[in-house]
């Protein structure tokens, strides 16, 4: 399956981008407990990227590992302020928004893999996988 | 976008069935809403249905949490019916406690549970309709 790009401009593209995420997802066969712990970290991600950088895109990128097993990647991308502190951010509980605060540390514990690159000024890139069950 | 979700009222509670994925404005403007009409028909209890919810990320899952610690300040008591498994495991994975929210399985509960919230107010009322119909028997 080809990968996607979902445009992320406004709060409406966070519905978009977790609906587009879990149908993606159940096209791969994923099990319907992980589509929904897909669509729940697009749709954590895709609001931290409208809450802090305005606007960004997500990259929805299925791949296979070389034994063929089947694989979902996502990745969340912006030019926003990027983050000064990324352990801080990525502690339960820690937010510049006046949000919850699982945002971010929550997401890495429904997903394999999550890899988050951020330079002040420049933007951010949160990258994970989910591997199919 | 999103159609408008509708509150129900069926005696003291009012009745939320969720059917809709909402955008974070329309979970907004829901909040708004069920406050409103707690103010305006002094309801006593607040059914939230979100069977239909397949996903309940950090956004929504505060917006219960809020509407549940506001109607507790205007004396009503929130339930959530009907949470899917799914979500349930992920809320827990995610982190969030939905602090002080009631959760029960289906609409059934629900009211069960608010029905002993009201016990003592039904009773009064209950045994004030036989006081009268006592009268009315002892005239003929
Ligand atoms: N794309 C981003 N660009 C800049 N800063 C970000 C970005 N994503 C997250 N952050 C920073 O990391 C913090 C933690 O993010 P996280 O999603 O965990 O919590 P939150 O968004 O503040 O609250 P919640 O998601 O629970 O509503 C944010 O408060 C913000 O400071
Ligand atoms: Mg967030």
Same mark, same amino acid.
């Given at each position: 399956m080809e990968s996607k790009t979902i445009a992320?401009?406004?709060?409406q593209d966070i519905v978009v981008a977790r609906n587009q995420v879990r149908s993606i997802a159940a096209a791969l066969g994923f099990r319907a407990i992980d589509q929904t712990r897909l669509a729940t970290v697009a749709s954590e991600l895709a609001r931290n990227v409208i809450k802090y950088a305005q606007r960004g895109r997500l990259i929805a990128q299925p791949t296979e590992s070389a034994e063929g097993r089947q694989a979902l990647r996502l990745i969340f991308e912006d030019r926003g302020?990027?983050?000064?502190?990324i352990a801080a951010a990525m502690s339960d509980g820690f937010s510049t928004g006046r949000g919850l605060g699982f945002g971010l540390p929550g997401s890495r514990r429904l997903v394999d893999e999550f890899k988050i690159e951020s330079e002040v000024g420049r933007g951010t890139r949160v990258t994970v996988l989910r591997w199919k069950a | 976008m999103s159609a408008r979700i509708p509150i129900l009222k069926v005696g003291r509670v009012l009745i939320v069935p969720i059917q809709v994925d909402m955008d974070d404005q329309t979970a907004i403007q829901l909040q708004e809403r069920i406050l409103t009409e707690l103010e305006r028909t002094g309801a006593r209890g607040v059914l939230i249905d979100i069977?239909? $919810?397949?996903m309940v990320d950090s956004f929504i899952g505060r917006m219960l949490s809020d509407i549940a610690a506001m109607s507790r300040i205007m004396d009503a008591r929130t339930v959530v019916v009907g949470m899917q498994p799914a979500v349930a495991i992920t809320l827990v994975e995610l982190g969030?406690? $939905?602090?002080?929210v009631e959760t029960v399985l289906n609409v059934d509960e629900g009211f069960k549970l608010l029905r002993d919230e009201f016990d003592g107010a039904d009773e009064e009322y209950a045994y004030r309709g036989l006081g009268a119909i006592g009268k009315q028997d002892n005239r003929t």
């Open positions: 992320l401009e406004d709060a302020p990027g983050i000064p502190d | 069977s239909l $919810l397949e969030l406690e $939905l602090k002080g």
